[in-house]
């Protein structure tokens, strides 16, 4: 039974897999006036001839559309993405390097404040009414913030104005590897993103794990337990935070998604040299192919991510 | 009216502050044009003057007068807000209706094709297709619709389809009377679901478009708060004789103004 | 052990008026009335978390000490088990856990032997510490409840219905358990049936 649930599981994602690379090849092509397929027009002159010919070759505009659709798959098979107007260089080369740097900074704030904010919202949950209630507000203040715009407001309070941490980029220029404290450096140029992207992330789960919470409370083997003279902490630990765990973990899976495209833009704030720094370098540029890489990359990510996340919980739900 | 009155006059204290900030937002909105004491497109006057009499929040580094910027940014942004807002949630709304009437085949596309819009990452591919669309607001607040109509769709087919199943009169109605029957004896059940939808769905088109156009997307000419945002942060300078405080800080505030303001508002009793 | 005189609940359009009692240690006590006459309501009021309601007397003693000056201390020498506690089981815990918890938070220890003896005197099969309450049916959740109840080594046991949702066979067995507790425990058990009570109880009060 439990092959069965993975495979229907495993289908469901393919499925939306194919979707999303049937639709990344196709909404270039469908948006009126796109300009991809006008590059005779006014961009011929703006584009070297090499590059032009590599984009016929990766476009192909000119052949039926179910034959550039097969060529797009052949050259997704083979991790081609197409060349990038602005570097010149294909791009999954600049996605592979901007990647690894956009998962040290998504995993971890995913995994802090996951925790912090199950840890916030149980306690709030906790509390008489009213008292935990007035962390209701400042909570759905800063959720109602767009992320860049605190990311932007940390970067100048605390990192230019106060220089409590590097304001950006993800290590001072000229340190390599080999260089003594690499890795120190590499952790404060990590800090403010990190603190940033963390402090977007905990306000939705912790909201929710606070609702969960007063749920829960009002059951009757939580007031049970308490009559039965079962530890404070105990009760928190094994009679709430294990009956709220599988909807925070349900939730949660929604939250990685919010968790990629924060690491975006909090990246893109500071310079951080992950995929959200080259997002805006290739929105600045107008640079399409890559665009449509990361594009088609991030929708890869966080299917990953959710479906890691969805076994993860079916997995709990059934051993508990 | 009278019953909106009443209604508002029993809201929390916060509430109350936010309203009237909205309000006030609405109103420097509508007498935009009064109150901008420069045009925008005039970049006559000295660069990055500090605020004076004559620019009460300085100039930009082209010659702009801030203040005059930033009174335009709020007729954009609201006018922006309360378009795409409207449309998304009205969208998300009948289709959710649609999906309940017809439901089998119709229900199952639609819901799958939903699911499918959460999983990706909604403000990247908004991106995606604002940038290779012409960048006019018009394509900016599609662009933004057509992907924020999901969470209202979800939530108000849960919700349609509880009443449904509560509702035997309605149930026995649908089958007999035609769509129109069907809405208009749901509606009143679903109003102040639109209602909150519409104010939450405002806000994130603001956050939206204000992310967007810090990313440098939407149309050019078009200077919202957030094209503003990124001038400032873009303009080199900005930390010396704390220009700072003149030329990001505004704009900024009047952002966090807006989204705390609506966020709060529709929030659940506390 | 137990004493209430002149005990009132306050509501808006009337007031409860309860009959005064006087519990003796190991003694057991039943209490029956009508459905709805507010018996659950004293017990909450005395007993429970989270009643919120007038309750007033002029006497309330849990041995020797005043019910309300008491607070939470009262549950180190008495164990409430409510109505409908075959619900009050955590679905996400054995019965194992269940019970060493308890024992854990009155600071007892787990005695293998001791309590596989208790198990039996409720008629549960030992395999039942290993179940989740999603295993068990109504009656074993409830006999299991009470076994909790009795393992904290309390002075006084309240009980609120037990008998409200089981079978008879497990009613029984519970009320035999129950007897044979007299002159350890205190029981104060509310019940709907008369005849159940009237040939195992020291004093039944009428509500």
Not at chain 1, 283 to 306: A, E, W
Not at chain 3, 95 to 120: R, S
């Amino acid at each position: 039974m439990e092959q069965n649930f993975v495979l229907k599981t495993i289908v469901k994602y393919v499925i939306y897999l194919l979707v999303v690379v049937f639709i990344s090849f196709a909404l270039p092509r469908l948006i009126p006036g796109n300009p991809l397929f006008f590059l005779a027009g006014d961009y011929a002159t703006d584009v070297p001839s090499a590059l032009l010919k590599q984009f016929t070759a990766y476009y192909a505009p000119d052949l039926s559309l179910a034959e550039q659709f097969t060529l797009y798959l052949k050259n997704l098979a083979k991790l081609d993405l197409g060349y990038s107007f602005y570097y010149k260089t294909p791009v999954i080369d600049r996605i592979a390097g901007a990647f690894k740097w956009t998962m040290l900074l998504s995993i971890p704030s995913l995994l802090i404040s996951t925790t912090l904010a199950i840890w916030i919202g149980v306690r709030m949950g906790l509390e008489k009414q009213a008292r935990g209630a007035t962390f209701l507000v400042p909570l759905l203040a800063v959720q109602a913030v767009p992320t860049f715009l605190i990311a932007a407001l940390a970067q100048v309070f605390l990192g230019y104005k106060l220089h409590v941490f590097p304001a950006s980029g993800a290590y001072t220029p000229g340190i390599t590897a080999q260089s003594s404290g690499y890795a120190i450096d590499i952790l404060t140029h990590l800090l403010l993103p990190l603190i940033v992207l963390v402090v977007s992330e905990i306000p939705s789960t912790a909201i929710f794990a606070y609702n969960s919470t007063l749920r829960i409370k009002k059951e009757q083997y939580v007031s049970f337990a308490q009559y039965l003279g079962i530890s404070q902490d105990d009760v928190k630990q094994k009679f709430i935070i294990k009956n709220i765990m599988p909807e925070i973990l349900g939730k949660l899976s929604i939250q990685t998604i919010t968790c990629v495209t924060g690491s975006l833009f909090v990246e893109a704030v500071f310079s951080y040299p992950g995929l959200g720094t080259l997002l805006k370098q290739a929105t600045s540029y107008r640079d399409y192919p890559l665009m449509q890489g990361i594009l088609l990359v991030s929708c890869l990510y966080g299917i990953c991510v959710n479906f890691a996340f969805e076994l993860m919980l079916k997995m709990y739900t059934r051993t508990n | 009216m009278s019953n909106l009155s009443a209604n508002i006059a029993k809201l929390p204290i916060y509430k109350k502050i936010c309203l009237l900030i909205l309000v006030i937002y609405f109103a420097i909105a509508l007498l935009a044009p009064v109150i901008m004491p420069y045009s925008i497109q005039d970049f006559s006057h000295p660069h990055l003057a500090p605020p004076s009499g004559t620019h009460w929040l300085g100039t930009d580094e082209l010659g702009h007068d801030i203040f005059s910027l930033l009174i335009n940014g709020f007729r954009l942004t609201i006018f922006m807000a309360l378009i795409a807002g409207f449309l998304s949630t009205t969208l998300g709304t009948v289709l959710a209706f649609i999906s309940v009437y017809f439901g089998g085949a119709i229900d199952d596309i639609l819901h799958f094709t939903a699911n499918l819009f959460l999983m990706v990452p909604e403000l990247v591919v908004i991106m995606f297709f604002a940038v290779f669309a012409k960048p006019n607001l018009l394509n900016t607040i599609l662009a933004i619709v057509f992907f924020s109509w999901v969470r209202v769709y979800k939530i108000m087919r849960a919700k349609l389809m509880d009443c449904m199943k509560k509702n035997r009169v309605m149930y026995t109605l649908s089958l007999k009377g035609n769509f129109l029957d069907v809405a208009q004896a749901l509606a009143l059940d679903v109003l102040p679901i639109w209602g909150s939808f519409f104010v939450l769905q405002c806000n994130r088109a603001v956050m939206y478009e204000t992310t967007l156009a810090f990313f440098g997307i939407g149309a050019p000419l078009a200077k919202t708060w957030g094209k503003l945002i990124r001038a400032a942060i873009d303009y080199t300078d900005l930390y010396y004789d704390n220009v700072y405080l003149w030329y990001l800080l505004p704009p900024v505030l009047a952002v966090l103004g807006f989204v705390i303001s609506l966020a709060l508002l529709v929030s659940r009793e506390v | 052990m137990l004493v209430l005189e002149k005990a009132r609940i306050e509501y808006p359009n009337l007031t409860l008026r309860y009959p005064d009692m006087h519990v003796k240690a190991g003694e057991f006590v039943g209490i029956s009335g009508d459905s709805g006459c507010g018996k659950t309501s004293l017990l909450e009021a005395l007993f429970g978390h989270d009643f919120t309601g007038a309750f007033f007397y002029d006497k309330g003693l849990l041995a020797g000490t005043d019910i309300k000056a008491l607070g939470d201390a009262k549950y180190r020498l008495m164990s409430y088990c409510p109505q409908f506690s075959q619900n009050a089981l955590n679905p996400k815990l054995t019965m194992l856990q269940h019970l060493q918890l308890t024992l854990k938070g009155n600071g007892l220890p787990y005695d293998k032997e001791e309590f596989e003896e208790l198990l039996d005197r409720l008629r549960l099969p030992t395999t039942l510490l290993d179940r989740y309450p999603a295993m068990m049916s109504g009656g074993q959740k409830q006999r299991f409840v009470l076994l909790l109840c009795v393992a904290r080594q309390p002075q006084l046991l309240i009980l609120d219905e037990p008998s409200s949702a089981i079978d008879m066979i497990s009613l029984r067995d519970m009320v035999s358990f129950l007897v044979g507790l007299r002159g350890k425990i205190t029981v104060v058990m509310v019940a709907h049936s008369l005849a159940l009570l009237s040939k195992t109880a020291d004093q039944i009060i009428n509500f």
